[in-house]
């Protein structure tokens, strides 16, 4: 089924690993995201790419780097995690002319400890 | 900058009863604004979206929303409420950035009771 794939569903860190959250789009998107969601305060910009090969800093980026591999794949990473960034983390597309038309992933649930 | 305001953090209606979820957004030009549903365990869906024109839009599942300029306001609406809408909603707006990338408010969780 066409659609945005994260992986992995489910991931516990300790604190100061690493990681990467990986997001793949069969739809040829231009626009892919990466948001965090938190109770009581929505959904929240980390990153984003307006195309392939750019990259732009969201709302809250500390912490977070990406990579826009190509135009499929846009994946999250964390270098030291702390407890502050267990969240849950949905990827999202859109073609660039659909404005606010989003795809969204089912998300991966991060918990560092 | 752009952004959104649900002043209802939880909402219970009645099966049956209808619904009205609110939204007020803060933007300078006109607004691009829109409502997407999440339920349980799931990522979000888009119900219904303005751009311009006819200020009632009419979405998927039976839901409308209405454009009030002069309130700032974008209120989400159902007649009839079924319990399979129980879910968190979530307004939005899309700003300025060169993705055009979607500012979210707080959401509204609802709770339907049979």
């Known amino acids: 089924n066409a659609g945005v794939t994260q992986t992995p569903k489910f991931q516990v860190l300790k604190t100061g690993q690493s990681m990467t959250l990986q997001c793949a789009q069969d739809?040829?998107?231009?626009?892919m995201y990466w948001y965090r969601q938190d109770p009581g305060m929505g959904l929240r910009l980390i990153y984003y790419s307006a195309s392939e090969g750019t990259t732009d800093k969201g709302e809250v980026p500390n912490g977070y780097n990406v990579s826009r591999l190509n135009k499929r794949e846009f994946s999250l990473r964390l270098e030291s995690a702390a407890p502050s960034q267990t969240s849950v983390y949905f990827c999202?597309?859109?073609?660039?002319?659909?404005?606010?038309?989003?795809?969204f992933g089912s998300g991966t649930r991060l918990t560092v400890v | 900058a752009q952004s959104v305001t649900q002043p209802d953090i939880h909402i219970t209606v009645s099966e049956g009863a209808s619904l009205e979820l609110r939204c007020n957004y803060s933007?300078?030009?006109?607004?691009?604004l829109f409502w997407y549903v999440q339920s349980p365990g799931q990522g979000l869906q888009l119900l219904l979206k303005y751009f311009s024109g006819d200020t009632l839009v009419q979405g998927i599942k039976g839901f409308e929303a209405e454009f009030k300029r002069s309130q700032s306001s974008f209120n989400l609406r159902k007649p009839s409420v079924h319990w399979s809408d129980a879910a968190e909603y979530f307004c939005a707006v899309v700003g300025s950035g060169s993705a055009r990338q979607l500012t979210f408010g707080s959401g509204t969780q609802l709770t339907v009771l049979p």
């Open positions: 933007y300078g030009a006109t607004p691009y």
């Open positions: 999202a597309s859109s073609e660039s002319g659909q404005l606010g038309g989003y795809t």
């Open positions: 739809m040829n998107h231009n626009s």
